[in-house]
């Protein structure tokens, strides 16, 4: 019986990432074990690994895109069995008792349970997680395909569907990346006249092969001028960090039209009172998603043919993969494979 895993440890803020052998994990009380199949390497891992989110706890196992198989069920769970395969997200569990919970609102939980935070991520053979926090992978899906729906795929298909657009509706889409290259696949398949916005023009065949109906060169484009020639925005979803971006998009929105963000940083937008109040524009932010959240992601994915671009490494060879993801060499996302190691 195996009693240790190959495990990724970061030993502090802005050590390396080290594959280690670690003492095999058992759930305890309404927990389950994960035989990890696949985990996604998401740019919030690397907030982690950095301390961003604060001194500890370290070390630490990243990897909160994760997908696999129920291989030990712990006391009391209940609707789960051995085998189910299984998903889970940034939203790795939440206490149930704040009042944002209260308030059906469990994302935005003051103790919210993030894997690689609160307890070992992904980045592992296997993982014990809240039996809260699953979701389960339709049949149509490999591990793989599963993998960054957790995290990428459920914050932007969320974003998307809990704004005020409807089918026809002009929804531009600012970065062609890991979650935007999702986002822009998502807003076709709900059937909007979908906008791809990023720089250079060798991009632009790509967002059409993704479902984008128009394309805009950043880099030699007006995005305010051209999205108001298209008609206006109806909403501008901001998968990109970049408020320089996000600033240049927000006089191309119809009246009525939002930006709604995503792409995480800690610079300024620059927008004017005069801006938002002349049409009645909306500003704001939005969450990843639930363990319920992203089982409704996985099975829109599976019914419309939405996949994220995958590049596949093996647990070994996690630190040059979570490299290549801080270059920006990846194509749209890294995932490790552990049980192919």
Known sequence: ??????????????????????????????????????????????????????????????????????????DDV??????????????????????????????DCVNLQVPGLAYPGGYAESTVVPASALARIPDELTFVEAAPMG????????????????????????GLGGLGHLAVQFASKMGFDTVAIDRGAQKAATARQLGARHYIDSAVQDV????????????????????????QA?????????????????????????????????LRGHASGTSEEVEETLRFAAQSGVRAIT????LEDAPQAFGKMLAGTVR?????TPASS
């Open 1 to 74: 019986m195996t009693t240790t895993i190959r495990s990724v440890q970061v030993s502090q803020a802005n050590a390396p990432l080290r594959v280690v052998d670690l003492p095999q994990p058992s759930p305890g009380r309404r927990q389950v074990r994960i035989a990890v199949e696949a985990c996604g390497i998401c740019r919030s891992d690397a907030d982690m690994v950095h301390g961003v989110f604060g001194d500890g706890p370290f070390p630490l196992t990243p990897g909160h895109e994760i997908a696999g198989r129920i291989d030990l069920l712990g």
């Open 151 to 174: 995290c990428a795929g459920v914050t932007v298909f969320n974003a998307l569907r809990r704004t005020s657009a409807w089918p026809g509706d002009l929804v531009a889409i600012v």
């Open 311 to 314: 590049e596949e490494s093996p």
């Open 224 to 247: 305010a001028v051209a999205l108001r020639a298209l008609g206006g925005a109806k909403v501008v979803l901001a998968t990109v960090p970049s408020p320089a971006a996000m600033t």
């Open 332 to 336: 749209f996302r890294g995932v490790l």
């Open 250 to 282: 927000i006089d191309g929105l119809r009246p009525l039209g939002e930006l709604v963000v995503i792409g995480v940083s800690a610079d300024k937008i620059e927008v004017s009172p005069l801006q938002l109040i002349a049409g009645q524009k909306t």
């Open 78 to 107: 209940e609707g789960w069995k051995l085998g189910d395969r299984v998903a889970v997200g940034w939203f790795g569990g939440n206490d149930g008792r704040c009042q944002a919970c209260r308030e059906g609102d469990a994302i």
